[in-house]
């Protein structure tokens, strides 16, 4: 029943900053023990999980994007928010919001690829292009 919706712009020029907003229904962003993640595809590449906040607002990020990546939530509007400076044509990929459990999230934080998750909760993604 919980949804999922990313929004945001599909074109971002070099050097500026992403900003994605994930819209959440059916299920309150702070119910325990849920943790939000964004995660990208480049495309014919493998997931990527970028950062994640948890029900009590805690956040981790992932240590190759952490210096550019920037996670937050609106609680009263259930929404989860991406910010990503600094972009490069790198950065061009489908940008997911998820809903995991915490033994999820650490296989994610573990730096391993990984595959999508059905028992988690996904959006559709959102593409995002950055130009060369």
């Known amino acids: 029943q919980v949804q999922l919706q990313e929004s945001g712009p599909g074109l971002v020029n070099p050097s500026q900053a992403l900003s994605l907003t994930c819209a959440v229904s059916?299920?309150?962003?702070?119910?325990?023990?849920?943790?939000w993640s964004w995660i990208r595809q480049p495309p014919g590449k493998g997931l990527e999980w970028m950062g994640a906040i948890a029900w009590d607002g805690f956040t981790s990020y992932n240590p190759s994007l952490k210096s550019r990546t920037s996670i937050s939530r609106d609680t009263s509007k259930n929404q989860i928010f991406l910010r990503l400076s600094a972009v490069t044509p790198e950065d061009t990929a489908m940008y997911y919001c998820t809903r995991s459990d915490v033994n999820t999230l650490l296989t994610y934080a573990s730096g391993r690829p990984f595959l999508r998750n059905e028992n988690d909760f996904w959006g559709r993604g959102t593409q995002v292009t950055v130009p060369s």
């Open positions: 059916g299920g309150s962003i702070t119910t325990e023990y849920y943790t």
